[in-house]
T-cell receptor, first 114, second 109 residues
């Protein structure tokens, strides 16, 4: 199956700082990438959908100025959590797909804001 | 009413048992149905992907879709301790993927 990587796998930061998470499709070109957030023992919550070269579409209730998404190429999308606060601590997972194919997920990034 | 309902469990069965995991849904526009397996602190891994009603088998896994009842199932035969994980059903129509809550499964040796 297709491989999606995320970096870093885990990050700890101080409150007020910004954190960037990278999502890469390693063996295919991803026309669309998705960013999810997952709380402990809960399902995945879609945050935003991004298509290469265009602005991301954010789900209702997700602050686009806080969660900046860039999808600059067909293999890379980044999520930047700006001015992070402890309530932003979570497991962030990206996924990618090519055309109408199904989504393939990355391994996730665990963010802890102190 | 949630679009996708899935019993969160936890479900605990002995090794070798047949496991049945289920989801119901309300949106008749859903056409694609998936099962993902997620190990603790890892991203979801695609297990099965089906489009039409009926059964699809892959090794020890069988996915079943009944569109008339809006009900999907995943069966695991000869369950192994390594199958212990959270299983998420997911489905989509023309738009975004919608996930069930996930069922936490433990296979006891």
């Amino acid at each position: 199956g297709a491989v999606v990587s995320q970096h870093p796998s885990r990050v700890i930061c101080k409150s007020g700082t910004s954190v960037k998470i990278e999502c890469r499709s390693l063996d295919f070109q991803a026309t669309t990438m998705f960013w999810y957030r997952q709380f402990p023992k809960k399902s995945l919550m879609l945050m935003a959908t991004s298509n290469e070269g265009s602005k991301a579409t954010y789900e209702q209730g997700v602050e686009k100025d806080k969660f900046l998404i860039n999808h600059a190429s067909l293999t890379l999308s980044t999520l930047t959590v700006t001015s992070a606060h402890p309530e932003d601590s979570s497991f962030y997972i990206c996924s990618a797909k090519s055309g109408q194919e199904t989504q393939y997920f990355g391994p996730g990034t665990r963010l802890l804001v102190l | 009413q949630k679009e996708v309902e899935q019993d969160p469990g936890p479900l605990s069965v002995p090794e070798g048992a047949i496991v049945s995991l289920n989801c119901t849904y309300s949106n008749s526009a859903f056409q694609y149905f998936m099962w993902y397996r997620q190990y603790s602190r890892k991203g979801p891994e695609l297990l099965m992907y089906t489009y039409s009603s009926g059964n699809k088998e892959d090794g020890r896994f069988t996915a079943q879709v009944d569109k008339s009842s809006k009900y999907i199932s995943l069966f695991i035969r000869d369950s192994q301790p390594s199958d212990s994980a959270t299983y998420l059903c997911a489905m989509k129509g023309a738009q975004k993927l919608v996930f069930g809550q996930g069922t936490r499964l433990t296979i006891n040796p």
